[in-house]
């Protein structure tokens, strides 16, 4: 869980501030665990974790957080379906905020 909360803080760090209701740090810990969601999709259909690595490093995430976040959703949440993934990271998201 340490390595999530870490890439959790560093991409929070990433997602632009939008304006809306919800606090930025809500916003921040949806887009988080949306992008997560995404990876344990390309992880069930069976799309390389390398593939998916460099995606993310192309939308501009830094390489080391790139291998982290897919690597912790392919390896350490294997057995999680992709909207367990994304509960997960939410909820150490927002509990990482409070």
Same mark, same amino acid.
């Given at each position: 869980?340490?390595?999530?909360?870490?890439?959790? @803080?560093?991409?929070? #760090?990433?997602?632009?501030?939008? =304006?809306?209701?919800? *606090?930025? !740090?809500?916003?921040?810990?949806e887009n988080i665990s949306s992008v997560a969601f995404?990876?344990?999709?390309?992880?069930?259909?069976?799309?390389?974790?390398?593939?998916?690595?460099?995606?993310? @490093?192309?939308?501009? #995430?830094?390489?080391?957080?790139? =291998?982290?976040?897919? *690597?912790? !959703?392919?390896?350490?949440?294997?057995?999680?379906?992709?909207?367990?993934?994304?509960?997960a990271f939410y909820s150490v998201c927002l509990g990482?905020?409070?």
């Amino acid at each position: 869980m340490k390595m999530i909360k870490a890439m959790i @803080v560093a991409l929070a #760090l990433m997602v632009p501030t939008q =304006v809306s209701a919800k *606090s930025s !740090v809500q916003v921040a810990c949806e887009n988080i665990s949306s992008v997560a969601f995404s990876i344990a999709e390309a992880r069930d259909n069976d799309i390389p974790i390398v593939i998916v690595q460099q995606v993310l @490093v192309g939308k501009g #995430l830094p390489y080391e957080v790139a =291998v982290n976040l897919s *690597s912790t !959703v392919y390896y350490v949440l294997k057995d999680n379906t992709p909207d367990d993934v994304k509960v997960a990271f939410y909820s150490v998201c927002l509990g990482e905020a409070a």
